[in-house]
């Protein structure tokens, strides 16, 4: 058996196409996972007739299916995959214990890279509002990407340089230090799936002010605040200057995205496929 791990992006498909096929051919039985999400992309092919039959020809012919949303499901189902082969499954996390915060100046966090789709310059909007109500925070920015200079621009001209530091990509000690320091976490992406950052930030017992997009709904809800996708700059200083005045409890269960729970999950997605005809 196979069990390969698309992002429902052009490039990876492309590849996974490629490898579902060899394992066809080997006569293996196939197990495929969505990660990763493009809206954009799925509002293609529902517009296209021709590529909703390509993916049920390819990768959506495996043995079984798996999301890490509802949403991404209730996509699938309309594209024709039988509901007895999608499940979600949600993405693997481990839960680290970590020591009390400290109290400590108000600090924006954002974790992720730095592309359009992410709207890191969104969030800059945003703070700076923040920043000119007289709220002396801070905003950490962890990750790289393609967008990055334009993004040091935009702080210069906001005159934001004493307020925004550029982490760098963040991983191990280094963003578990930056989550200790953040009063709240920010992600106003366009579309997600079921971002690890978020998921890092609930089990550091960060909230949360994100996008209404992906699973981020029932990663978030209790636990911070949803903005709509298509909000103006204004909406997220509203939340985050509320956020920074008095963040809420962090109340997230994230038993689902425990690494045993997952393998649980997975095996026994292998049982039913290895057992069948």
Not at 40 to 67: G, P
Request: glycine share 6%.
């Amino acid at each position: 058996m196979v069990h390969l791990h698309p992002s429902f992006r052009t490039r990876s498909l492309m590849r996974d196409v490629v490898l579902h096929a060899a394992a066809r051919r080997a006569h293996c039985k196939t197990v495929v996972q969505l990660h990763g999400w493009s809206a954009e992309l799925a509002r293609a092919v529902d517009r296209s007739s021709a590529s909703r039959a390509l993916l049920r020809r390819t990768l959506l012919r495996a043995d079984a299916v798996l999301t890490v949303t509802q949403g991404q499901r209730r996509h699938l189902l309309r594209w024709g995959v039988a509901p007895d082969r999608v499940q979600v499954v949600s993405n693997p996390h481990e839960v680290h214990a970590l020591p009390p915060r400290p109290c400590r100046r108000p600090t924006v966090l954002y974790l992720g890279r730095l592309v359009p789709a992410k709207r890191p310059s969104l969030l800059l909007e945003a703070f700076s509002a923040v920043v000119a109500s007289g709220v002396p925070a801070r905003l950490e920015i962890g990750g790289d990407g393609p967008s990055l200079p334009d993004l040091v621009q935009q702080v210069r001209r906001l005159g934001l340089s004493d307020r925004v530091a550029f982490l760098g990509w963040v991983g191990g000690a280094s963003k578990q230090a930056a989550l200790q320091r953040a009063t709240v976490l920010a992600l106003p992406s366009a579309e997600e799936a079921s971002p690890l950052a978020v998921l890092d930030a609930l089990a550091a017992g960060v909230p949360v002010v994100a996008s209404h997009v992906g699973a981020l709904p029932d990663l978030v809800r209790g636990s911070g605040r949803l903005i709509a996708p298509d909000a103006a700059a204004a909406a997220w200083a509203v939340a985050l200057r509320e956020m920074l005045a008095d963040p809420p409890r962090v109340q997230a269960d994230l038993s689902r995205s425990a690494p045993d729970a997952v393998a649980r999950s997975w095996c026994a997605v292998y049982d039913r496929v290895l057992s069948a005809p």
